[in-house]
Each structure stands twice: as C-alpha cells, then as structure tokens.
C-alpha cells in the first residue's frame, strides 16, 4: 500500500494519541508502584467513596471524611486501588483520590495517647501526648523509633504506636 500525504496524517494523529495515552497510564500506575506491592497513601480529600469493587457501579459501603489518613495499597485495577485502613476494613477507590503524601495515624484505646519525645529514647523529654487517631507527619524510622511532625513540632514517637508506611529507611 501506497501512502500519499492525505492518507498520513490520519495515521499520525493516531499514534500521537496511542503515545500520549500510554505516558498518562504509565503515571497514573507508576505514582505508587507496580502491582501486587504493599504500598501507603494519604487520602487527597474530606470526602473519599470506598466502593466494594473497582467502578462506579458498585455500591459506596463507607465515606472516608479525613484528609490525610494514612491508607495502604493492596492491588491495582486500571485507575481503582483497593486499599486497607488501619482497623483491616478494605474497600476501592479511584487513584485520583490518593496522594503520595507520607502519614502515620496514632494507634491505641480512645481516649489514650503516645507520648512524642525530644529524641528517640523512652527516657527522652515528653514533647507532646497525642491522642490515638490522631494523623502525623511521618518522616523516617529508625530503630523502631519514628521522626514525626505536627503542627509545627518535630520529635520521636516508637513505631509500635503508629499505622502507616514505618518501613525502616
């Protein structure tokens, strides 16, 4: 087949296209790894449907309401991830309504707190007592110690005490 100036610009306007579709789906995937990786994320918005199955079709069984809690990723379906929280309940939400952002969420009773320390020692100065359920700043982990940040106060909070992405660096 003979190829004439007119009959061209058909065929590369559609591999512009292929191109193009191929560089945002790589993005959109790569943003938090492969599939089949454990992997953590922050929610984006105060709003965010976990839906029982990866589309809109399927039904909304919770509405997250906390920007920035921690969530992990445990598989990838097209632009869907399906994500545990803290407490094991699993569900699926669209990728565009998770950031990279790394957060921590304090564990324990209501009612109870951890307390930050100046430094990574139990024998540490008492910075702040942050209450379980409260969401962090995580920034690395060490020893089973975390540096944490919030509302402007950097210190250490033991590791067991946290959810999240406490993978030491």
């Not at 790394?102 to 307390?115: I, T």
């Not at 990574?120 to 962090?136: D, H, K, Q, T």
């Amino acid at each position: 087949m003979h190829m004439t100036k007119k009959n061209r610009f058909p065929i590369f306007f559609f591999l512009a296209a292929l191109c193009a579709f191929s560089v945002s789906g790589a993005g959109a995937v790569s943003a938090f790894g492969e599939d089949g990786q454990e992997r953590y994320a922050v929610l984006r918005d105060n709003a965010v449907n976990l839906r029982s199955g990866p589309g809109q079709r399927y039904p909304v069984r919770w509405v997250l309401r906390r920007a920035g809690m921690p969530v992990k990723i445990i598989r990838d379906f097209d632009v869907w991830r399906q994500i545990e929280l803290f407490d094991g309940e699993t569900g699926w939400v669209h990728v565009n309504l998770l950031s990279r952002g790394k957060n921590a969420l304090v564990l324990g009773e209501a009612g109870s707190y951890a307390e930050m320390r100046a430094a990574p020692s139990a024998e540490a100065g008492i910075l702040l007592r942050l209450e379980s359920g409260v969401i962090v700043k995580l920034d690395q982990c060490v020893k089973a110690w975390c540096s944490i940040g919030i509302s402007g106060y950097k210190g250490w909070l033991p590791a067991s005490v946290l959810w999240g992405d406490t993978a030491e660096n």
